[in-house]
């Protein structure tokens, strides 16, 4: 691995575009056919990134926050808001700035800058400091197998947490069970029917907690204040405790713990009530800790056939809606299932709560259905076939873990962006909830969530990427280019709370340039990510699989390639053998190959459920991670080379090579059919045969590599040439030889059995296609 040069391409502003000039009009970004947009990721760390311990200076019209890029007068103590134009006074404090004693926020490199806005959740009485809450809510239909599997890890989380992290414990199976951990005693249990929906004040009368436990109760108001805000803090104390002190109490409950012990009669589905479960999860967080950083942790067995939120019926012979049922509106429980999440997800986002799902089942568990609620609120989600499997078990254990492998679990975000005149916002994509909020800079049309300047994230880690469309004005004042500013600028403020319960926020301001795209196409050209841009075009893609009926999302993106080609490309009129495209350019029509063969367009052989689970992922993943989704890498090794990266080709195998694939939710690793001999002969326990033990060793170090640093955890396939698992590799290559072409192959390379184009031919098409007049 140690070959490949890893550049870090986001830098310290953690953003990146796909196009680094932009175009000055409308007009002109529409013929650029890719959208202006940005990645970016909110709070990734950088060692360069300096944290200030006094609060920042805000522009007094457009509330954008000083920065580098503002315009200083030291005589006059006047900074001009690169936004607005607008003079601003300093403060007293800011009394001694010159030129040689500048403030960090000014010096040019601090382009992204950290401000501690203090402890949100510090309480001056000192009864009630809750930093974190963790609700673990467990499904016990499950085989007791399984069932013990998930009691292990969970039992191994536990003691993984912070000490004053508060943890509560609901159950559920045909019923819902809420367990008073408060109640040392003996195990006390409230149990809700799964049957019907429950709203959060009914979950409060009869937990007993918060406004409603208290209805009754005569005399002042005063009094009747006092009195809620103790029943509040006792719902804390009776079903939230810290880590450190129900540890023990948990582990001896989870012990006894049985699987839901209902009959279930042969052909049938156990009765489960997940909605009802996570409705009184979020009821109770609601009552007891509302604004404060808490995640739901759901543990989910199979699919929920009770009560709201249910997918399937209880009937065995009816299957779990596939993609051809939800195509043609035959999956009867999908669009009400959806409703209640949606709903659900509301309540999550305005208490400012998270919901985590870990889902384990061979079948679907309703992953479709409930991805409104975990992306809108920032959740993690983690699919898997056993709860034994290790991308279950280490994934669950990376969400506790502390220190440098950590996720860097944070609470209570928000994202604002401010923008230069003429900038308009269309949404972003990615885990987040549009807060309404409404300027100037807001556009007409949306992707994602939109119509607003300023955005929720109720749960955020290290690696969460957003990704932010942004459109030009349509009026043509701006077209003046000597009255206008060569730059344009954008902010993004995020204001989060930190692991240790600290409120910090953010600043990133970034500078582009605009460009007469007209008159000059070179500089336009030169700004060009093209990874960024096939990562967004396939985020665009996914969205609009799901939002527009009909949507034919390979027709669409071969017209946008065709267009990008005729708009960027160097050719002859008609003459297909002229065309060039410039280097800039060069790998986007092969992102784009790969794309169209991806999982996130060809759905056919996933389920909704694992649908709905890549595009999370891509959605909230770094651009270089969900390059590798779309388009994924391969290294070979061999006994006469060093470790190299090899093409995405079915050429690439050989009899005498390892193959390492990473297509990112799997790792592949691939012996060729003479390594795969030898390995079995036990060649590679011969000491005169060293090289042939450290060549079968060198890709497992390497996948182990990435397997350590990647969430959720990726699952490892390692297989034989020719062998049945080889498929994991097969589906990814570029079928170049295939039965059709077989006669001219190499002795010990392989064949692809599908009727598939190959690179080449999609090329020699695109070509004719873009160069037609």
């Known amino acids: 691995m140690s070959e490949i040069p890893n550049t870090d391409q986001e830098g310290i502003d953690s953003v990146r575009m796909t196009w680094n000039n932009w175009p000055r009009t409308k007009v002109e970004a529409s013929k650029c056919v890719i959208p202006l947009a940005a990645s970016i990721s909110p709070i990734r760390p950088h060692s360069e990134i300096p944290t200030l311990q006094y609060p920042p200076l805000r522009c007094k019209t457009c509330t954008s926050i000083m920065n580098c890029f503002s315009r200083v007068d030291f005589t006059a103590k006047i900074w001009i808001c690169p936004f607005c134009y607008q003079r601003n006074h300093f403060p007293p404090h800011y009394s001694m700035i010159s030129e040689t004693n500048l ?202 056939t009770e009560g709201p939120g249910t997918i399937i019926s209880k009937d065995l012979s009816d299957p779990v809606r596939s993609h051809k049922d939800l195509d043609k509106d035959a999956a009867p429980y999908f669009k009400k299932a959806v409703k209640f999440y949606d709903s659900l997800a509301k309540q999550l986002v305005s208490q400012g709560h998270v919901l985590d799902l870990f889902a384990s089942a061979l079948d679907q568990v309703g992953v479709a259905e409930m991805k409104v609620a975990v992306e809108r609120t920032g959740g993690l989600v983690v699919l898997s076939e056993s709860f034994g499997h290790s991308v279950f078990k280490d994934s669950f254990k990376r969400v506790f873990e502390n220190g440098e492998h950590s996720l860097g679990l944070c609470f209570n975000g928000t994202l604002e962006i401010n923008c230069s005149k003429d900038i308009k916002i269309q949404g972003i994509i990615g885990p987040c909830t549009s807060m309404e909020k409404k300027g100037p800079s807001v556009a007409d049309t949306v992707i994602g969530e939109g119509n607003t300047t300023a955005w929720k994230m109720c749960g955020l880690d290290k690696s969460t990427c957003l990704t932010v469309f942004f459109d030009l004005s349509s009026s043509e004042k701006s077209s003046n280019p000597g009255a206008v500013n060569p730059q344009l600028y954008l902010q993004f403020l995020t204001t989060y709370q930190n692991p240790e319960g600290l409120m910090l926020l953010r600043v990133t301001t970034i500078t582009r340039s605009w460009v007469d795209s007209a008159a000059n196409s070179e500089e336009l050209v030169q700004g060009f990510d093209q990874e960024t841009a096939a990562v967004v075009m396939a985020r665009l893609t996914s969205l609009k699989m799901e939002a527009e009926e009909g949507f034919d999302a390979t027709r669409w993106l071969d017209r946008n390639l065709i267009r990008v080609c005729s708009r960027f490309g160097e050719y002859r009129k008609d003459d297909p053998t002229s065309f060039t495209l410039n280097s800039f350019f060069s790998f986007f029509p092969q992102f784009m190959f790969n794309l169209r063969r991806s999982q996130f367009v060809q759905v056919f052989n996933n389920s909704p459920d694992e649908t709905a689970y890549f595009r999370m992922s891509l959605n909230r993943e770094n651009i270089t991670n969900a390059a590798v989704m779309i388009q994924p890498s391969l290294i070979s090794y061999s006994f006469n080379s060093l470790p190299q990266p090899a093409l995405l080709d079915v050429a690439s195998i050989g009899a005498d090579r390892i193959l390492l694939l990473d297509s990112y939710f799997s790792v592949v690793i691939f012996h060729g059919m003479t390594i795969a001999q030898w ?56 079928p170049s030889a295939t039965y059709n072409n077989a006669n001219d192959m190499a002795a010990g390379s392989d064949i692809i059995f599908t009727d598939d184009v190959s690179l080449q031919v999609f090329f020699e098409h695109l070509q004719r296609l873009a160069v037609q007049s």
């Open 103 to 304: 403030p960090a926020e000014l010096y040019s490199q601090y382009t992204t800058i950290e401000y501690t806005l203090g402890d949100k959740n510090h309480n001056p009485a000192g009864e009630f400091d809750v930093k974190s809450a963790f609700v673990f809510v467990l499904d016990t239909c499950m085989i007791e197998e399984e069932f013990e599997y998930v009691k292990s890890e969970f039992k191994r989380a536990i003691g993984l947490l912070p000490e004053n992290a508060m943890v509560g414990f609901v159950s559920f199976g045909t019923q819902v069970q809420v367990h008073e951990l408060g109640f040392s005693d003996m195990s006390k249990v409230y149990v809700f029917r799964g049957t019907k929906e429950i709203s959060k004040d009914q979950v409060m009368e009869q937990l007993g907690i918060g406004v409603a436990g208290r209805r009754n109760v005569p005399g002042a108001g005063g009094y009747q204040q006092q009195k809620g805000m103790h029943m509040q803090n006792s719902g804390v104390t009776r079903f939230l405790l810290p880590a450190s002190d129900c540890e023990f109490t948990l582990n001896s409950l989870l012990d006894e713990l049985q699987t839901d012990q209902w009959p279930v009669a042969p052909g049938t589905r156990a009765s489960r009530c997940t909605g009802v479960a996570l409705s009184v999860a979020a009821g109770l967080l609601g009552a007891c800790l509302p604004g404060t950083g808490a995640r739901i942790v759901a543990l989910v067995g199979g699919p929920c």
């Open 679 to 734: 390995r079995n002969l036990g060649y590679q326990n011969q000491p005169e045969h060293q090289a042939f033990a450290q060549l079968l060793q060198a890709p497992k170090d390497d996948a182990q590599m990435i397997i350590h640093d990647r969430f959720p955890v990726p699952r490892l396939v390692v297989c034989d040439q020719h062998g049945s698992q080889a498929r994991f590799l097969l589906a990814k290559l570029n």
